[in-house]
């Protein structure tokens, strides 16, 4: 059977579907709370996934992530606190038309906005990702060593404030993945005589670990907070609300401008969707005629930043698609997801399973279209999920976290994998560390190691084949310009707060 | 000294542990199982890259800290971080030994009283949510979580 309709036919099925719409529909919710992020809940959905057929699980994945970026908006709208740190410029014009008594408006532009860049950057990852696989098709075990190494240093150096702190945190996920059986000879590798060690640390507690823990642990740390946030929209004027041509045609440019500089940052691995609604917000702002109305509640403020960080989803799919390298922490939780189902992404990926590939594609546009339809429909039950305190929920959900972690092997290691892993996550939140390089590191070491022992096998231990290969060296000069600008910027800081400046490298989206 | 250089000095503590001591060990299981005739790249190749960009990273944190210190004081409310990861590991102590029905409502009856909840949602939520849990993974995806002893 032809794969597109193959896909299409598994999509249809109704278990699929009914996980289609209650994934957008619980994406919203928790990306709507604020302290509950994308990550979170992509997080805690992966143990799940175990037990799921690959489209379904990859159903449940992508309407989570999608759904959840927009959700951010909520909040950050109505209560002046962005859902997930990707909507934080969101705040800027967002919140200020809200209290003018034009929240809804507000919601809709974004919602409309998102739903642009989401199709933008989805169109491009269907352009762009069969090439981009194509070429590298032809890529040997240097080449690969190569890409993932330049992944490596590019997402250690472009995520989070500091160029030090992404990388350190890089290399402490590369030294956790060499925890368990060598990959090339099987010699067990730090694992203590622990049996549960020797397929290594699992990924799913890891995960659940670093991302939902770790800020559970900051929550409690802020006692959790039992106030509920004060929203309500009844009081609006309908008419003052409603949407015109005249505010479509305001916003055209500058959500084309702002779903191009999404998309554009969403294939670098690393960056992600917090940084890409700022510049996107930046851009929109200087490239106006009139810039006087940002920051007061115009129109294209809110476009901007959220056409951006909806065009980041798709555009994180290219690179993890097609070389199998993470985009951004939530690509690299569903990287690993894939390969829990016994697909390998990269560009054999196109060739091999051509029908994962369409079930990504479709998932990601129907995904968009649904949150589309809810967001439209429940603006005003979404805003009332605002008023759950957290005080009941961080604590539930922390209890989800310890069944998540035990039910990926049945083991109780997991458990204490997923605990070590929170607290090293919170630790790392709380000195400016970023999280997103440990765990996509930790994800590529495993297929660095393969290809870089295989190089070097095939060589008898000689770098040459490294230092005269156009991919090595092309790829090389990238990271050293990376790290001179990246080293730049760290050298002419004086002393800014690391937080301020936190990215998706943080624990947050 | 700050918090990151704190954690820098550890890492660095930690690399040099897993550079000198760990790694070394790795290299003798493996001389002593032999390679065959054939060249081959050891198993202490990444760890031994790996220990060393962390040393160098660390090194690196412990220079340039000053520049990117944290905003946000690292002792600030830490006492409640604390308070709740001691009740999750005492949750995973628990449940391989009294099952997860009873450890979880336990977890739950704890941080609410410690984090003072409304008694009656506390209530609603510490007896419901273990058993929805419970049931969802026994019933939707066969798989049991460890068994309640006390139930």
């Known amino acids: 059977m032809d794969p597109l309709f193959q896909a299409l036919v598994d999509l249809g099925q109704p278990a699929t579907m009914l996980t289609l719409v209650l994934s957008v529909a619980i994406g919203l919710v928790i990306g709507a709370i604020p302290g509950l992020s994308v990550n979170i809940a992509v997080a805690l959905a992966v143990p799940l996934t175990i037990f799921m057929p690959t489209t379904q699980a990859l159903v449940l994945l992508i309407g989570l992530y999608g759904s959840g970026i927009f959700g951010g908006s909520v909040s950050a709208i109505l209560l002046n606190a962005p859902g997930t740190p990707a909507s934080a410029a969101t705040i800027f014009d967002g919140f200020p038309m809200a209290q003018q008594g034009l929240a809804t408006k507000a919601l809709r532009i974004s919602l409309i906005a998102s739903l642009y860049g989401a199709v933008f950057s989805v169109v491009l990852l269907i352009l762009v990702a069969p090439e981009l696989a194509n070429f590298a098709l032809g890529f040997g075990p240097v080449e690969i060593a190569s890409l993932l190494l330049f992944t490596f240093f590019v997402i250690g150096i472009l995520s989070g404030a500091s160029l030090a702190k992404g990388l350190l945190s890089a290399a402490v996920g590369m030294v956790l993945a060499t925890v368990g059986s060598d990959p090339m000879l099987g010699t067990p590798r730090f694992t203590f005589g622990q049996t549960a060690l020797m397929d290594g640390l699992t990924y799913v507690p890891l995960l659940v670990g670093l991302f939902a823990l770790a800020e559970i642990l900051e929550e409690a740390s802020r006692g959790f907070s039992q106030r509920i946030g004060k929203v ?54 200087r490239s106006a005629r009139d810039s006087s109305r940002f920051g007061k509640g115009d129109l294209r403020g809110v476009a901007a930043s959220e056409s951006a960080n909806n ?14 390298i993470p985009g951004d922490a939530v690509t690299a939780i569903l990287l690993g997801a894939l390969v829990l189902q016994g697909v390998t992404p990269g560009p054999l990926i196109f060739v091999m399973n051509p029908g994962i ?136 800081r004086r002393k800014t707060p690391a937080s301020s400046l936190s990215s998706e490298g943080t624990n947050h989206g | 000294m700050t918090a990151d250089r704190v954690l820098a000095a550890v890492l660095l503590l930690g690399a040099a542990v897993y550079l000198g001591v760990l790694v ?107 058993v929805v849990i419970d049931q969802i993974l026994r019933k939707v995806f066969p798989v049991p979580l460890p068994g309640a002893a006390l139930f």
């Open chain 1, 232 to 285: 309500s929209l009844s009081g609006e004027d309908r008419e003052a609300n409603r949407i015109t041509g005249k505010d479509m045609k305001f916003i055209a440019f500058p959500m084309v401008r702002a779903s191009a500089v999404g998309s554009a940052i969403g294939i670098l691995p690393g960056i992600g969707a917090t940084i890409a609604s700022f510049l996107a917000y930046g851009d929109a702002k």
């Open chain 1, 357 to 492: 590939v369409y079930t990504i594609y479709l998932t990601l546009l129907f995904s968009t279209l649904l949150m589309a339809i809810i967001g439209f429909i429940a603006v005003r039950p979404l805003a009332m999920t605002l008023r759950i305190p957290k005080i009941y929920l961080m604590p539930c959900v922390a209890l989800v976290c310890i069944a998540g972690a035990y039910v990926a092997r049945n083991n109780i290691v997991d458990v204490w994998v997923m605990f070590g892993a929170g607290l090293l996550g919170f630790v790392f939140n709380r000195t400016g560390v970023p999280v997103a390089p440990l765990l996509i590191t930790f994800i590529i070491t495993r297929p660095f190691e393969e290809a870089l022992r295989q190089a070097l096998t095939r060589s008898e231990g000689s770098f040459m084949p490294f230092l005269t290969n156009p991919v090595t060296l092309t790829l090389a000069a990238l990271v050293a310009v990376f790290f001179v600008l990246a080293l730049r910027r760290d050298l002419s």
């Open chain 2, 24 to 130: 070394p060990e790795v290299g003798r299981a493996q001389s002593a199982l032999g390679s065959g005739d054939f060249y081959t790249v050891g198993p202490t190749a990444l760890p031994t890259f790996a220990g060393t960009m962390m040393a160098i990273f660390a090194v690196a944190v412990l220079l340039m800290g000053r520049r990117t210190a944290p905003e946000v004081p690292f002792t600030q409310g830490l006492g409640g971080g604390l308070i709740f990861a001691a009740a999750v590991a005492a949750a995973a102590v628990l449940l391989p030994r009294i099952g997860f029905l009873p450890a979880s409502v336990l977890f739950l009856a704890v941080v609410f009283a410690l984090f003072r909840a409304k008694w009656w949602v506390a209530l609603i939520l510490t007896i419901v949510l273990p």
């Open chain 1, 311 to 324: 065009a980041v989803v798709g555009a994180t799919f290219i690179p993890t698609l097609a070389l199998g």
